[in-house]
């Protein structure tokens, strides 16, 4: 068997399908340059009979693409098909995907249509569709809920008709990577011309089992796997590409296969799509979620510093990442901490390290995130922890489509209540412009603010980011609250207090040195 798989990208597909995820026309181009730049094999480019702008997305895509096949997918329906065929003209190589049910499920409540009118439109369909393009895919919609007698007889009939390629989704997640592979198998086994396609996989994560089940379809014979950046998709999504080519590069052991994909784009790629839709993914997520190469334990730190393979099984630019990241937090240990002071300038001898250290574990205990400026301050602090000098105590606001819009901000400062009003262009502008009336700042600037919801919903939290740069130091903030105003009044005391830490540590330094 050919250890080559084609990868046959459906992001601006079944990934555009998913709620809150559709692009525009511009972005829709962007993102098919990105796929054809880093070599996918086939960029499925819409539903073109679905609507107008379907229809042009996928034109599109076909005049600007270079190498991929462009695929557009259809019914078994005459329209449907034709649609296609005019939606890729322009492509260089071109390819209809056509689809029709044939789980018993489906067949009787979806399709209304007897089994034997469905294998006749199959043969139809794909007939039809052969007439007009050399390159037919067709497809089983529900094939793990298909009875395996008629499934063998629907892909022999397709390949029949002309398909090239058959594909066997797992279209509702449902089966693992077990009773995959034996699915897979059978029809090698039981489908007399299937010598004569390729069989593709196409394997939704409702389960969390997409790319278990696309990997195991590969090892039974397979050689199409079908996926999205970032896994995206109808309900909990597609098999992941990235996840799928790393597992064939990092395993080459037990998955000796090889994809046409240039790796280093990997995470150009997924933070492309991640600016495209507005949608972060998961920080855990494989390869490209922000955890995935950052180390806060302190043993898997110390392993790290010693050799990286220890923990890491790829190294992050493999994936087009900078580095990995020794985080430190409440969990770090000593041999991590003086790295990272050693990296800021700082070689403390050992009685100097373990009281930084003390005063370190007692600051994470209490903080979700330890900047560089927190360490700083840690270590040319003497006399203890930075302290919080200002504490939000409450906030009102009055806001609307007409102004002008008010804040009225209640905090403490070193201990003492204090209130103060101000107006704004808008409410978050007149918290920050209060904060100024009790805290002057004048050299202060905010240079960066940024929010994004934790959750769903609308009463989702919101996480408020902001710098604050003084004299040519940046002091990050952070804030969490339901209310995305809190928040960002929250964040902005968080980085006014990182920043008044370090104008009292300032002449503390400047005596040390």
Request: aromatic share 6%.
């Amino acid at each position: 068997m050919s250890d080559r798989v084609w990868l046959f990208d459906t992001t601006l597909r079944d990934g555009e399908q998913s709620p809150g995820y559709s692009m525009t026309l511009d972005e829709k181009l962007r993102m098919a340059a990105m796929l054809d730049d880093m070599g996918l094999d086939i960029i499925e480019a819409g539903f073109p009979a679905a609507s107008r702008g379907d229809f042009e997305a996928v034109y599109k895509v076909s005049e600007q693409t270079q190498n991929a096949i462009v695929a557009g997918l259809c019914r078994a329906v005459q329209k449907d098909i034709e649609a296609v065929i005019e939606a890729t003209k322009p492509a260089t190589r071109k390819r209809i995907h056509t689809f029709i049910s044939t789980s018993e499920l489906h067949m009787k409540h979806k399709l209304q249509a007897t089994p034997e009118r469905v294998l006749e439109l199959i043969h139809e369909s794909v007939s039809f569709a052969r007439n007009h393009c050399e390159d037919v895919e067709w497809s089983a919609e529900d094939a793990t809920r298909t009875s395996h007698d008629y499934l063998c007889k629907a892909v022999e009939t397709a390949i029949a008709a002309g398909a090239s390629t058959v594909n066997i989704p797992d279209t509702v997640g449902y089966t693992v990577p077990e009773e995959y592979f034996a699915l897979i198998k059978m029809l090698k086994d039981r489908v007399p011309n299937i010598d004569r396609a390729v069989i593709s996989t196409h394997c939704h994560n409702d389960l969390g089992l997409a790319v278990a089940n696309s990997l195991a379809g590969i090892r039974a014979g397979a050689r199409q796997i079908e996926c999205t950046i970032n896994g995206i998709g109808e309900r909990a999504g597609n098999a992941s590409m990235e996840e799928i080519v790393m597992t064939c590069r990092t395993r080459q052991d037990v998955m000796p296969y090889e994809t046409g994909i240039k790796t280093e784009m990997i995470m150009p790629a997924s933070r492309l799509l991640t600016d495209i839709t507005g949608f972060s993914v998961q920080p855990n997520k494989a390869v490209v979620g922000a955890n995935a190469f950052a180390h806060e334990s302190g043993i898997h730190q110390d392993g790290m510093l010693k050799n990286a393979q220890t923990y890491e099984i790829m190294t992050p630019e493999s994936v087009g990442r900078d580095r990995s990241d020794l985080v430190l937090g409440k969990h770090s240990g000593r041999n991590a901490f003086r790295t990272k002071l050693q990296a800021l300038g700082y070689n403390l001898d050992d009685a100097a390290l373990n009281a930084a250290f003390d005063r370190f574990k007692d600051f994470a205990d209490r903080k979700k995130k330890v900047s560089d400026d927190d360490l700083i301050l840690i270590v040319t602090s003497k006399d203890g922890l930075p302290e919080e000098r200002v504490e939000f105590i409450s906030l009102g606001v009055k806001s609307g489509s007409y102004g002008p819009q008010e804040a009225e901000l209640t905090v403490k400062i070193d201990g003492a209540k204090k209130t103060a009003k101000a107006t704004g262009k808008g409410p978050v502008d007149a918290c920050f412009k209060a904060m100024r009336v009790l805290v002057p700042h004048d050299a202060a600037m905010l240079s960066n603010y940024e929010l994004r919801a934790l959750t769903h919903g609308s009463d989702a939290k919101g996480e408020v980011n902001i710098r604050l740069t003084e004299n040519g130091q940046n002091f990050n903030g952070t804030g969490i609250d339901t209310d995305v105003i809190v928040a960002s009044c929250r964040a902005y005391i968080d980085a006014l207090n990182r920043m008044l830490s370090a104008r009292d540590a300032a002449p503390r330094k400047a005596t040390a040195n």
